[in-house]
C-alpha cells in the first residue's frame, strides 16, 4: 500500500528549535544536507548549512546553520 507525501507528513513529529538557538549538533545527532548561498542572520557570514537533525525524542526536522556563529538561520522542509 502507497501513502501519500501530505499523509506522511501527518505521521512525522517534528522537531522543536527556535531561529536563533544555538546548534547543538550532538544532542540533535545532525547530519550534514546542503549548503545555501545565502547570508548569516546574526553574523552576516555569506554561507549557511543545511543539517537533518533528530532529537533525544525521535522527533525529526531540517535546520540552516551559520558554520561562523553556530547559530539557527531557518527551519526548512
Not at 517534528?14 to 546548534?23: A, L, M, Q, R, S
Request: include cysteine; hydrophobic fraction near 40%; aromatic fraction near 10%.
Amino acid at each position: 500500500m502507497q501513502r501519500s507525501l501530505s499523509n506522511l507528513a501527518h505521521d512525522l513529529v517534528p522537531i522543536t528549535i527556535n531561529v536563533g538557538e544555538d546548534f547543538k549538533s550532538i544532542v540533535w545527532k545532525a547530519q550534514y544536507d546542503m549548503d545555501f548561498n545565502t547570508e548569516c542572520l546574526f553574523c552576516f557570514s555569506e554561507r549557511i548549512t543545511g543539517y537533518r537533525v533528530e532529537d533525544e525524542a525521535g522527533h525529526s526536522g531540517k535546520v540552516a546553520v551559520c558554520p561562523h556563529c553556530e547559530k539557527v538561520n531557518a527551519i526548512y522542509a
